[in-house]
């Protein structure tokens, strides 16, 4: 069974940087595509990025491109969003997921870290 641990999330200005990591355990990651998504109050989840389970692919949502890179070692069994040129509106609670490399959807989640950015 696939468990994910979130890490990394606090408090920053507008303007700084934070760095998440998310461990997977249970499986070996290098079958999994993996994604950031958050969840800010009073709105719905929303998609942050993915990498596919290789790690060649990449994918943004808009509001985070060129600002936000995720990555991933795959000897960690680690998967690790950067974020930079923080906003307020970045404030949410970050989740990793994964999925299958064959699935369509993602199944699996971590319990959420909570990133904050004051203004």
């Known amino acids: 069974q696939v468990q994910l641990v979130e890490s990394g999330g606090g408090l920053v200005q507008a303007g700084g940087s934070l760095g998440l990591s998310c461990v997977l355990s249970?499986?070996?990651?290098?079958?999994?595509?993996m994604g950031w998504f958050r969840q800010a109050p009073g709105k719905e989840r929303e998609f942050v990025a993915e990498i596919n389970y290789s790690g060649e692919h990449t994918y943004y949502a808009d509001s985070v491109k060129g600002r936000f890179t995720i990555s991933r070692d795959n000897a960690k069994n680690t998967v690790y969003l950067q974020m930079n040129s923080l906003k307020p509106e970045d404030t949410a609670v970050y989740s990793c997921a994964a999925r299958f490399w064959s699935a369509n959807k993602y199944n699996n989640w971590g319990q959420g870290t909570q990133v904050t950015v004051s203004s």
């Open positions: 249970g499986r070996t990651i290098s079958n999994y595509h």
